[in-house]
């Protein structure tokens, strides 16, 4: 005999559900003394590797960052933010950020893009980074090139430890000239740049020494080419990694989260300039769309590797399944 779906209703699927749960509860309850061992809590090391050609890439977690509502940050009409969120699965009122920086290996050098908040983590469930490369077999002081893509809080703020050492001791570090100066001034002190501006002080200007200005259009590193998509703040860059024929490209903050993918005109509470950062949004969507260019997005949803493609005004970003054998 078959089911009739029609009259197994919701109403009757989670009363019958809520039946068997009351019943498993009771039995778990009589039955603990007996478990076989107690539920760990923990999640396994955040690290995720994959290929571009013959460069071996590694994602790793410095943790989520929490928002709150996130019509706060999203700063379109609030019930069209809510129904994207809710689309997703995901709360409204709980916006949670991912941290995806990465790692690549081309043979003879370690870069590493985006540092996370370490030095100026707000509670333990971010600055996570150096550890989490670690448990990825990776050693901090083997990096040789730290490469944010800008210089918020969130991308530089793990250049150093909590306890004031260096948390990358034999690297250089790359990052515009644009975005060095305009978060290291005191002009934005007292303002709402005021964090990323004192994170950039305590991180960048004790290793101006070894720091290097990359250029729109050239090579950082070989296979690394810098392309500036300012908007987000004035020096923001996003980077293309070619081996071979693969690429992938390196989004960093054009794109925070679903709301902008899929509506990208709608401004960002964070973007320095948000016009400039629309503008941004729409060229490197688009760009990407067209392309059919492998992406990876510092704070979507974990590990932020996947496409982008168009969906009436705006877009779709389609996760890459996850390979869990190289």
Do not use: C
């Not at 090391?45 to 050609?53: D, E, N, W």
């Not at 960052?65 to 999203?74: M, R």
């Not at 690549?104 to 707000?122: A, C, Y």
């Not at 600055?127 to 077999?137: I, M, Y």
């Amino acid at each position: 005999m078959g089911i009739d779906m029609a009259r197994l209703s919701r109403r009757r699927l989670l009363t019958g559900a809520s039946m068997v749960g009351a019943a498993g509860l009771v039995a778990a309850r009589s039955n603990a003394a007996l478990a076989k061992a107690p539920a760990l809590g923990t999640q396994a090391p955040a690290f995720y590797r994959f290929k571009v050609g013959t460069i071996e890439g590694t994602v790793v977690s410095d943790g989520p960052i929490a928002l709150g509502d996130s019509t706060k940050t999203f700063l379109g009409d609030p019930d069209e933010v809510r129904r994207l969120m809710t689309e997703h699965f995901l709360p409204a009122d709980r916006l949670v950020l991912d941290q995806n920086a990465l790692v690549i290996n081309t043979g003879d050098k370690l870069i590493l893009f985006e540092t996370g908040m370490e030095s100026v983590k707000r509670n333990n469930q971010m600055g996570r980074l150096t550890q989490n490369l670690k448990a990825a077999g990776i050693d901090p002081k083997n990096i040789d090139y730290v490469v944010p893509t800008h210089a918020h809080i969130d991308h530089i703020g793990g250049i150093f430890a909590a306890d004031g050492s260096r948390n990358y001791p034999n690297a250089q570090i790359h990052i515009s000239q644009i975005d060095f100066d305009y978060w290291t001034d005191d002009k934005r002190m007292g303002t709402p740049a005021e964090g990323s501006s004192l994170a950039a002080k305590k991180n960048l200007l004790p290793n101006r020494d070894r720091i290097v200005f990359y250029q729109d259009g050239k090579e950082v590193v070989p296979g690394v080419l810098a392309k500036q998509t300012p908007g987000h703040t004035l020096g923001h860059t996003s980077f293309v990694i070619t081996s071979g024929n693969d690429t992938l490209f390196l989004v960093g903050d054009v794109v925070h989260h679903f709301p902008v993918v899929e509506n990208p005109r709608m401004e960002d509470f964070f973007d320095t300039d948000r016009k400039l950062g629309i503008e941004a949004r729409v060229k490197t969507m688009t760009f990407l769309s067209d392309e059919k260019l492998r992406a990876l997005v510092y704070h979507l949803p974990w590990p932020g590797i996947g496409h982008f493609s168009k969906s009436g005004d705006g877009f779709h970003f389609e996760p890459e399944p996850i390979q869990v054998v190289l």
